[in-house]
């Protein structure tokens, strides 16, 4: 093969690529044309790689290959602009003090959107591009963009662990709930419940810091293990707390453990990997302490024995099921 | 659906059959076979790889089973079972629109109407057994990671936006990979 025809193949995969990507747009479209219609030569390399193409779709063991691919997944979510991204409100800024050294990837330079939803009743970690590792316990919803500036990720909904990786240039930026963390390489769990934001730090040095039309209003440093609540306007709930990372992170190794947990945080938590999430119908109850513990996946046997345990009961109201007090 | 049966890999027919009426009879015979051992599993796996339609994954599995029947004959076909999912795997990825826009603007600037839509025949795969053959053995070389984004890509019809959603995995790195998957497979080509 002569160095044209090489050089002729490549260009010919890489349109290939190109044009598989999505349907092509009419510049993208002239583009190729003006590239396919070159010469013979160029029409037959392009020929050639989109005969392989198709020869993929008629292979024998397609059944084999296709086995353990994930199911398929609809994810038809809205458009996030640049402009959302930038006119949020800053009302809690996190700056991380220390962090530990991980490795990460040169910035894209292509500015994208991405979105994320991951499924219910399971763990799911996934790997941003930057080299960053987010763990989401059951299902959440976030987007992400990463620019030659920062990385940017918009929290929707759920709980999720970063691990982020260090780029002291690319400062990694956290909106969600009315918040705003900016952290450069540490790890971390934040947890969105409908009014609430808890930021709980396993490793590293972060000052939170609350704002309040760009002045600060609150303050606080919190190492590992220290864990800090805000509502939805970013104001701290309470001081910051200790909390056992064992316990509070165990999700993280696909277990749930409670030990003098009140009932309204378990709930929280098995909700993510129940079948059908439970409400507390009772007030009074959502202090009761709890202990129980089990994999993920036994969620719904957990639930059984911690109702047992604590003579209680749920109730089917309507779609709802509800936990309230043995009759 | 009936009960599951085992999905019978070589149900080859006998190619010297003595007349035409009895091959047709056989070939009537083998695809009632497929369908009773093969329909639940083959639309259980249409529903994962493309969801839940439209159109049905049922409805695609039985398209395949009208063109395996509309099919003049099915004698030069080793594995039944296989050229099954081929059909409607196929099939599958043309109820994708961008699939379909891209392969219709390829066919009109190729001038070449194949290129639009793949007519799986057992002609045309007796044609190609060869590269088919050299193809399958190349993709065995593949890292998983390039396995998995050529068969997301080519055989579940997925946007690199949609792969980059459900792995994390950057648009840059799925271009990349498929790159070198696609590169090594044509190398495959050649040498054979």
Redo the contacts between chains.
Sequence with gaps: ?TEQQKRL??EA??W??R??????DAPL?AQ??RW?NQSDAH?QA?????R????????????A???N???????KQPGVALATWLGMAAALLIVVLGWQRLPF?AP?T?A?V????TPAKMNT?????DGSQ?ISAGSARFSYLQDTQQRLLQMHQGTLYFDVAHNAELPFVITSGGSRVQVLGTAFEISLTHNQLRLSVQRGRVEMTALDKGKVVQKAQLTAGQQLVADAAGHFLGNVQTFDSRQALSWLQGRLEYDGTPLADVVQELNRYLSQPVEIDADNLNTLLITASGRIDQAEQILQGLLLANDLQLEKRQARLLIKPLE | MNKAEPCPDNLLLNPAAPSTSLQKVRQTRLIEQLYHSCWSSLCTRLRKLYGNGPPDPQDIAQDAFTKLSQMDSLQHVQNPKAFLYKVAINLGLRSISHVIKTREFLAEQLDDPDVAMHNISPESQLLQQQQLHALQQAMTALTDKQRDILIRCRIQGQTYANIATQTGWSLADISRQLNSALAHLASSQQQD
């Design positions: 093969m193949d490549t995969r890489e290939l690529i044009l598989q990507e999505a349907a092509p479209k190729f044309s396919l029409k392009f020929s050639r790689i989109d392989l193409w198709r020869q993929l779709g008629l292979l024998d063991n397609l059944e290959l296709t086995a691919q994930p199911a398929a997944k609809p994810l990837s894209v292509v994208q991405q979105h994320f939803a970690t996934l790997t941003l591009e987010v």
